[in-house]
């Protein structure tokens, strides 16, 4: 699910994602292909208002730190499939 992917997460976690692929990044909130992460409670209210602003399709001015990996126009949900 994570290779080849921008993420971020406690950073207890950085090795093991790394090893799975992914490329970690130290960032409040990042989305990657409808992929959203976040790092720690700290971050709650960006990965919050990242979260609206994915749902519903237009920007919030409340997350001004988030990493987009992918345009805007190619940051649609991309589901895997079995």
């Known amino acids: 699910m994570v290779r080849g992917r ?6 207890s ?3 093991d994602l790394t090893n799975a692929g992914a490329e970690w990044l130290d960032e409040p909130v990042v989305v990657d292909h409808g992929i ?3 790092r720690k409670m700290d971050d709650l209210a960006a ?3 990242k979260l609206i602003e994915e749902l519903s399709g237009s920007p919030t001015s409340a997350a001004p730190h ?3 990996a992918t345009p805007a126009t190619e940051n ?4 895997a499939s079995n």
Do not use: G
Request: proline share 5%.
């Open 6 to 11: 921008k993420v971020t997460s406690f950073s």
């Open 13 to 15: 976690l950085r090795t």
């Open 36 to 38: 959203i992460t976040s």
């Open 47 to 49: 990965f919050t208002a």
């Open 66 to 68: 988030s990493t987009e």
């Open 76 to 79: 649609q949900p991309h589901y």
